[in-house]
């Protein structure tokens, strides 16, 4: 079992930037493919990026590629979420998940969120206009 805990958000300004963090615990992270979600009101969870938590290869959504950054530090067990630039309509609640590494055979199956196994309960990112 692994428990997966966001902070880190909150209300921003337009071209502002927040960094969320997500506390891994439970399991073994080697194993991992650790992901951020976002879902807004009346739209569907929407992939945003993720880091395999052995090598620390990335891929991310083309929404966000160029502002946001993920990255994992491994003595803390923990996953960050550096945004910048954000846009009114980065506005969401912003999940982190967790899935096991060897499900993700093709780069395009990292944004699949029915193959991860394992979700935080989510942090609110407003950003106003």
């Known amino acids: 079992q692994v428990q997966l805990v966001e902070s880190g958000g909150g209300l921003v300004q337009a071209g502002g930037s927040l960094r969320l963090s997500c506390a891994a615990s439970?399991?073994?992270?080697?194993?991992?493919?650790m992901g951020w979600f976002r879902q807004a009101p009346g739209k569907e969870r929407e992939f945003v990026t993720t880091?395999?938590?052995?090598?620390?290869?990335?891929y991310s959504a083309d929404s966000v590629k160029g502002r946001f950054t993920i990255s994992r530090d491994n003595t803390k067990n923990t996953v960050y979420l550096q945004m910048n630039s954000l846009k009114p309509e980065d506005t969401a609640i912003y999940y982190c998940?967790?899935?096991?590494?060897?499900?993700?055979?093709?780069?395009?199956?990292?944004?699949?969120?029915?193959?991860?196994?394992?979700w935080g309960q989510g942090t609110q990112v407003t950003v106003s206009s």
């Open positions: 998940a967790a899935g096991y590494d060897h499900l993700f055979t093709m780069a395009t199956s990292l944004g699949r969120p029915e193959l991860y196994d394992y």
């Open positions: 880091i395999r938590w052995s090598g620390g290869s990335t």
């Open positions: 439970g399991r073994t992270y080697s194993k991992f493919v």
